[in-house]
């Protein structure tokens, strides 16, 4: 089952999570035709470079400005590039790892971490990003190690306390989730991620006011997005409330996908507890397939 969005990259759950044992994963070495070096844009670096040197800094710089500019595929030659020019540096794997998330290459990413990670096994940054890489391969349970690594590093980086959460709501240890969730909020008061997560874990415990509460305020805030939106909406149509759930779907969805949401939500209702939260998880692990962020 899954539910339709209208806007592009809208998500109708937003669990982001985490997931990988290191000792589950292939250590790859760098290897240019692998990452397909050898088809790099040149005419296209050359016309956003001019006269500037193809050294790694600027391979680096001029990367994260197409990444910026929604420019991924570019982004990606130009990371790449820049590992074939320094291949001990961690930082262009981390990038091409983030970039082919972006693009919704989750398991190409995964094994870009892990070259990243097979350089500097404690990297905090790629630590998470495979952790969000297996996520989105639907494999929570390898999230153990790199995980633990990095909490040993950055026990209060709200980023990490997000993640950590996340793979203990796909395990169905939504206690422990909520705790991470909340201390994260500690650090960072009113960061929607962490915000957003509470509220769908607190929805699959069936706190469903708790979470309606919480989630609300930023749902119909200026700077809300689809994802809020559509998450409020799951948790208002898990409750039973179809008048409310139809209301908030329908600023972003068209008639015909709104009804199919609320079928949905009304099958979520009637699954035990147990299967209606495995039935989200795998509409949050669809969701994130498809390049949500």
Known sequence: MSLRIKASGAAACALLATSVALSGCENIP???DRWGLDRIDVLSIEGRTGDVPMNYENLMRIGAAARASGDLPNALSLYRRAGSLEPNAVAPFIAIG???????????AIIAFNSALSREPRDPEALRGVARAYLKTARPELAGQPLALAYEGTPNDPKLLMLIGVADDFVDQHGEAQARYRRGLELAPGDPGLTQNLALSLALTGDYDQ??????PFAAGPSSTPRERQTLALIYGLKGDRAA???????DLDPTAVQHNVAAYDSLRRLSPEARSR??????????????S
């Open 211 to 216: 979470a309606i509460s919480m989630l609300r």
């Open 279 to 292: 039935a989200i998880r795998a509409l949050v692990t669809n969701a994130a397939g498809r390049g949500a």
């Open 30 to 32: 760098w290897n240019p």
């Open 98 to 108: 983030n970039t082919l998330l972006e693009m919704g290459q989750a398991d190409e």
């Open 245 to 251: 759930a139809i209301k908030v779907a329908s600023v």
